[in-house]
């Protein structure tokens, strides 16, 4: 019991640190996602760069969390346990794809020296674009899938966790992914306070549950004494 307490502490970890790693990305992206000619001017490409390195770790980050809980998670459902590592992957290799297109604007930049002209430009806000398209198909409807409905699922049915909480993530999964798709559609932007409102059950969610596993650890159940 003591092993699996330690799993239940180190997956709590990782998940904390899917945070850690990823909010900071963001607002260090902003200059290269939020200026639509920066691959002409200045830039703050050494900024840009943390980010990328703090996303990468984000997505060593969520391939740990699956990993770490899948030997327990799996004496519930194997299956679902196994579609859920493979979400998890999918999601990091999604969002390393980002990390790429974003490096790529500022290894143009340098190259360009500030100069190109439209053409240029018009590089720059393509590669961008395929960023914002990598984290709404990654963190959007991956995470929602994956950490809100398959988790959830495995969460409340073993009662590892509470199930109240565990119904914050079966509940809020499938709303992430139908912003996700609103989003897709063009219903409201991405960035739009109406996307972060129907998303915020699935942050509560894996943010409560990373707190929990990290400082409590699983509640006692049956399928801890599986093997």
């Not at 330690?6 to 790693?21: D, E, N, P």
């Not at 969390?65 to 194997?78: D, G």
């Not at 969610?205 to 699983?218: D, P």
Request: aromatic share 8%.
């Amino acid at each position: 019991m003591d092993a699996v307490q330690r799993t239940a502490r180190i997956a709590g970890v990782w998940f904390i640190l899917t945070f850690v790693f990823s909010i900071p990305a963001v607002l260090l992206y902003d200059p290269v996602l939020n200026d639509a000619n920066y691959i002409l001017g200045a830039g703050a490409d050494t900024q840009v760069r943390i980010g990328a390195l703090l996303e990468i770790l984000t997505a060593v980050a969520n391939i740990a969390t699956a990993v770490v809980l899948f030997p327990i998670l799996k004496r519930q459902s194997e299956s679902v346990s196994l579609g859920y590592v493979g979400l998890r992957i999918l999601e990091s290799t999604l969002i390393v794809i980002g990390v790429v297109s974003v490096l790529a604007v500022v290894a143009l930049r340098q190259d360009l020296a500030g100069g190109g002209g439209a053409d240029a430009a018009l590089i720059g806000r393509s590669l961008v674009a395929l960023k914002d398209q990598t984290f709404l198909l990654g963190p959007a409807f991956c995470a929602g899938f994956g950490n809100g409905l398959l988790l959830g699922y495995l969460m409340y049915r073993s009662g590892l966790v509470p199930r109240p909480m565990a119904l914050i993530g079966l509940i809020g999964g499938p709303i992430a992914c139908a912003t996700a798709t609103a989003v897709l559609f063009g219903a409201y932007e991405q960035q739009s306070p109406v996307n972060f409102l129907f998303t915020a059950p699935e942050i509560v969610w894996e943010a409560s549950l990373g707190i929990w596993l990290a400082t409590k650890g699983f509640r006692p159940a049956p399928i801890l004494q599986r093997t």
